[in-house]
């Protein structure tokens, strides 16, 4: 029996509260699309048979995402910490906004926004704005963090729940990898719901 998209979205909202359903409901589809595609890739079957096996896997795609937040995370903060140091550098006004474009894109912005935050250089555009755009990826990427581990809170006990065919519980726990995971986010110094999600 071959999971469909209500079975995966039942898995990973373990535990959600109603309202946090609604308000997560895009973030959601496109965490249930990523999971798809990131079985189809590692050539994992997503198979309702072996739900302990399946909750598993989903807790492996977590983690796994969890790290590319962090890393993401780690990016900007470098990329904001690197124009900082240039933009300092920079001694005419055209020079300083050469800097500022160059960061924008480095941080996500695409050649259709990079127009439009040329154009309004004249009339707002500047430091201030492309370091809180870096700010809000930030928070959006800690928030994401967050959210999933949540989700991993969740899964991880149902997982460690189930019986396992082939696992016994303390491969099932080796498994989920969630003691390196937590050790590090317990020492995360940016947004305190990270390490509050962690404990």
Same mark, same amino acid.
């Given at each position: 029996?071959?999971?469909? @998209?209500?079975?995966?979205?039942?898995?990973?909202?373990?535990?959600?509260?109603?309202?946090?359903?609604?308000?997560?409901?895009?973030? $959601?589809?496109?965490?249930?699309?990523?999971?798809?595609?990131?079985?189809?890739?590692?050539?994992?079957?997503?198979?309702?048979?072996?739900?302990?096996?399946?909750?598993?896997?989903?807790? $492996?795609?977590?983690?796994?995402?969890?790290?590319? $937040?962090?890393?993401?995370? #780690?990016?900007?903060?470098?990329?904001?910490?690197?124009?900082?140091?240039?933009?300092?550098? #920079?001694?005419?006004?055209?020079?300083? !906004?050469?800097?500022?474009?160059?960061?924008?894109? @480095?941080?996500?912005?695409?050649?259709?926004?990079?127009?439009? $935050? &040329?154009?309004?250089?004249?009339?707002?555009?500047? /430091?201030?704005? =492309?370091?809180? &755009?870096?700010?809000?990826? =930030?928070?959006?990427?800690?928030?994401?963090?967050?959210?999933?581990?949540? &989700?991993?809170?969740?899964?991880?006990?149902?997982?460690? #729940?189930?019986?396992? @065919?082939?696992?016994?519980?303390? !491969?099932?726990?080796?498994?989920?990898?969630?003691?390196?995971?937590?050790? @590090?986010?317990?020492?995360? #110094?940016?947004?305190? &719901? /990270?390490?509050?999600?962690?404990?």
């Amino acid at each position: 029996m071959k999971a469909d @998209r209500a079975d995966l979205q039942k898995l990973l909202t373990l535990g959600r509260k109603p309202l946090m359903l609604r308000l997560n409901e895009k973030e $959601d589809r496109k965490l249930i699309a990523d999971f798809i595609e990131y079985s189809k890739t590692a050539g994992i079957s997503i198979d309702f048979r072996d739900r302990g096996d399946l909750l598993l896997n989903i807790a $492996d795609f977590l983690n796994i995402r969890i790290y590319q $937040d962090l890393e993401t995370i #780690s990016e900007l903060l470098n990329a904001q910490a690197d124009f900082t140091r240039r933009i300092h550098k #920079s001694p005419t006004q055209k020079e300083q !906004q050469e800097q500022i474009l160059e960061f924008a894109a @480095r941080i996500g912005a695409d050649k259709k926004q990079l127009k439009k $935050d &040329r154009q309004a250089f004249k009339r707002w555009f500047g /430091v201030d704005t =492309v370091l809180e &755009r870096c700010k809000k990826r =930030v928070a959006e990427h800690e928030y994401a963090i967050a959210d999933k581990l949540e &989700r991993l809170g969740y899964i991880s006990a149902e997982a460690l #729940s189930e019986d396992h @065919r082939s696992l016994d519980r303390q !491969q099932c726990w080796e498994r989920t990898k969630l003691e390196d995971l937590i050790r @590090r986010l317990l020492m995360y #110094s940016g947004d305190h &719901r /990270v390490r509050i999600e962690a404990f």
